[in-house]
């Protein structure tokens, strides 16, 4: 992608969608690192409908500590790796109870420390919950900034570190989200939507997906 089309390449995303945020339900900072961390191949209908049920009963380190792997699990089986996630889970918040009071730390050193917590999760936590402008990349991400050239590597962190050069400095706070949902709704795996894509002009993806 030419340095002249990730202007309006980013102005336009923004118009369709000038707040994006997270399709991952929650209320609170520890809430939110909850459910990015069940969210690994996983979908976020798929964890919401996991955490309506687990959060009325334990939203807190202390009350996941309390409830235990095995309380936690029945929560949370409907979710692919979910004796793993359980696990990480519990130990995460037992760590956030002994060492953090309670509190979802501030800096990606901290939160990277956590059971389960990769630097795509503490991004995540760190842009949704703190409002600091980082590039979570999952899949869809991966995938759009390399398909459209905006942002090509051959690993998330290469993709990463590309968008945040390339990325002008207004739009990094909602990147990642309008990627995201460019990527989940659009900009598809199998076959991209091109036809009604409205970022297509200043795409270099060559073989555009004719209207069906």
């Known amino acids: 992608m030419k340095k002249a089309d990730v202007e309006p390449f980013f102005a336009t995303l923004e118009a369709a969608n000038p707040t994006p945020e997270t399709e991952l339900e929650y209320s609170t900072p520890f809430e939110l690192l909850a459910a990015v ?19 009325p009963v334990a939203n807190t380190p202390q009350a996941i500590v309390d409830l235990g792997v095995e309380g936690l699990e029945d929560y949370i089986k409907t979710i692919g790796l979910y004796r793993s996630k359980a696990k990480h889970l519990v130990e995460a918040a037992r760590m ?46 991966f995938r759009v900034g390399n398909r459209t050239g905006l942002a090509p590597g051959k690993t998330p962190l290469e993709v990463e570190l590309k968008l945040e050069k390339r990325v002008p400095e207004k739009y990094r706070l909602h990147a990642h989200h309008w ?24 795409c270099d993806y060559k073989p555009k997906t004719p209207a069906p």
């Not at 509190?103 to 842009?127: D, F, I, S």
């Open 37 to 55: 961390l069940l969210s690994a191949q996983a979908t976020d209908v798929g964890v919401n409908k996991a955490t309506r049920k687990l959060f």
């Open 96 to 141: 956030l109870v002994e060492r953090h009071r309670g509190e979802v730390p501030r800096t990606r050193a901290e939160l990277e420390a956590l059971p389960g917590v990769g630097r795509k999760t503490a991004n995540v936590v760190l842009n949704v919950a703190f409002g600091e402008p980082t590039m979570a990349v999952d899949t869809h991400i």
């Open 179 to 202: 990627l995201i949902l460019h990527g989940r709704y659009t900009c598809v795996a199998r076959k991209p939507q091109c036809w009604q894509c409205a970022v297509s002009p200043y």
